[in-house]
């Protein structure tokens, strides 16, 4: 009998069984805590795509007005980013039928390149910035937008080696032609095929919020294919979604985005009475009402609005300050102002929402309010480490699909233009354009420990120098190279090599041993050694 086929007998009371039930409480619609709560199930787009442009929005506003917002965008960056990735080009030699010497050789020549091209403002078409200014300028917009977005240009310059810029812009420009609702085939400004497939990239000429575009082109878009019939990418576009199926991607911000806001407004408002409860030291009291001080002044009742009126103005008004002595008209006492502001539990109410923020942000407590006060050496690394996790999955993730693309389209105008070696590059891309890339060191809480460490692990054969350094944002075969010109010179100078750790002491020295024992006299065994 085939399972297929198989049908399950129901229970003799008919219906689910009663143990079923209650299988998930999580799904239960009688629950007092849980008969509310009735979320709507839709696709990622569906969920997405029309409350993308207010999440954005708020995102960005939070960012503007929001210190401790604006303090966690720049600790992804510096932490992720830091001062820009660098470029190690590990091509496949074995799959392109050459050695490792030729590799090592071809690497160190298409680096040189690379750094030419890198570190100028050619590679930007707006000039204005490096690849490591464009990298973070992109990282945080993905940050606050969900997304980044950027146009490879053909600029063509009789001064400039290569022509492949970057044109990076907001994601606001992606989006429908004449802002049509998005469709099965088409949305977030993007077509796509039955596998989501981007084919074309719809992007608007002009800002949707510029002020300053045109009106001619201010609702104009353009269809930029995905590549070129050769496989070049005319646009590259990033999101790390959620979920499966998902066409565009939300701010890092979203999830707290409410707490960060009321959390804004409760700070705010605990501020203005602590500045209010500040600059309140008294009340002047007066039990005189108008009809006694009308009686005073023997009924006349213009005397006494001009009496009044005279005492309301600013110069006649009491003024307190340290040690002044303050006269009073009749009738008139000091009464003492203790406020009850702010409140007792502020402190603590306000760093439980904050580890509430961080965790949502992915961000450890002690990084996102830069305050290590109550952290010791354990809990410190505890929370570094757990943090290095994250960045360096972030790391990953812009070099995949933000550095590494940009790297094998500048990598093919480099090939047409003979400036690098790369017989039959189209067929083999992936095997010609393998890199890697290193960003910014993790740092260290102690250094000794962790150099003793990273030590060990090298000896202990659980690690190398190359994985060693690229933790510490350097380049081992760079480091070894200088580590070579500097022992040469110092060699030239007569100086002893560098000791990067001091010589174990020796326990078992012999009674009486002199520590100091003079240099062996020149003898045939000596003639022509080097001082160093």
């Known amino acids: 009998m085939s399972l297929l086929n198989v049908t399950p007998r129901r229970n003799r009371g008919g219906g689910r069984p009663r143990a079923a039930a209650l299988a998930h409480e999580g799904a239960s619609l009688t629950s007092q805590q849980l008969a509310s709560w009735r979320p709507w199930s839709g696709s990622p787009d569906a969920d997405l795509l029309t409350e993308l ?11 503007r007005n929001n210190g401790i917002a ?18 190690q080009a590990t091509p496949d030699w074995a799959a392109l039928g050459r050695d490792s010497e030729w590799a090592n050789a071809w690497a160190r020549k298409t680096e040189g390149l690379w750094r030419s091209y890198s570190r100028s403002t050619t590679c930007d078409a707006a000039r204005r910035h490096n690849f490591a200014g464009l990298t973070t300028l992109a990282y945080k917009s993905a940050l606050l937008n969900g997304d980044l977005l950027a146009l490879p240009i053909w600029q063509p310059e009789p001064m400039d080696r290569f022509a492949t810029r970057i044109a990076l812009m907001e994601s606001d420009r992606l989006s429908n032609p004449n802002n049509a609702m998005d469709s099965q085939y088409r949305r977030g400004g993007m077509d796509i095929d039955q596998y989501g497939r981007a084919l074309k990239y719809w992007i608007r000429k002009t800002h949707p919020g510029d002020c300053f575009a045109g009106v001619g082109m201010a609702g104009e878009w353009e269809g930029i294919p995905a590549t070129t019939d050769w496989g070049r990418k005319r646009v590259i576009y990033a999101g790390d979604v959620d979920r499966a199926g998902a066409t565009r ?8 985005m409410q707490q960060f806001k009321q959390l804004d407004r409760y700070a705010s408002a605990e ?16 039990p005189m009402e108008f009809s006694d001080l009308l009686e005073m002044l023997g009924g006349d009742a213009a005397t006494a609005k001009a009496y009044m009126d005279t005492r309301a103005m600013p110069q006649n008004r009491a ?30 109410f306000m760093e439980a929402t904050h580890r509430h923020l961080a965790t949502g942000l992915n961000l450890p407590y002690e990084l996102l309010l830069k305050d290590f006060s109550k952290t010791n050496y354990s809990s410190a690394r505890a929370a570094l ?3 290095w996790r994250y960045f ?15 790297y094998e389209l500048w990598l093919e105008e480099a090939v047409s233009l003979g400036l690098v070696e790369a017989p039959d590059f189209y067929e083999n891309r992936a095997a010609w354009c393998s890199a890697r890339w290193i960003g910014a060191g993790r740092g260290w809480v102690d250094p000794v420990k962790e150099a003793q460490a990273a030590t060990m692990r090298i000896d202990g054969g659980f690690s190398t120098l190359e994985a060693e350094c690229a933790e510490q944002g350097l380049d081992w075969e760079e480091v070894l190279h200088q580590q070579a010109r500097e022992n040469e010179l110092r060699r030239r100078l007569g100086l002893l090599p560098a000791k990067t750790t001091p010589p174990p002491a020796e326990d078992d020295e012999e009674e009486g041993e002199d520590d100091n024992p003079a240099p062996p006299e020149d003898g045939p065994e000596n003639e022509g050694d080097d001082p160093a």
């Open 53 to 63: 442009p207010m999440l954005v929005s708020r995102s960005r506003d939070l960012s």
């Open 70 to 87: 604006s303090g966690a965008v720049q600790t992804h960056a510096d932490n992720v980013i830091g001062t820009g990735l660098r470029l």
């Open 319 to 348: 003024k307190l300050k340290s040690g002044a002595i303050v006269p009073l008209y009749p009738g008139e006492k000091l009464s003492a102002f203790n406020p009850a502001r702010p409140a007792t539990g502020f402190a603590a």
């Open 271 to 286: 501020l203005d009475a602590a500045v209010t409860n500040a600059m309140i030291a008294a009340f002047v009291e007066s």
């Open 249 to 256: 991607a939300k701010p890092i911000f979203s999830a707290v």
């Open 392 to 406: 360096r999955s972030r790391r990953a993730w812009v070099s995949d699909y933000w550095a590494q693309p940009i």
């Open 385 to 387: 480490l757990e943090a």
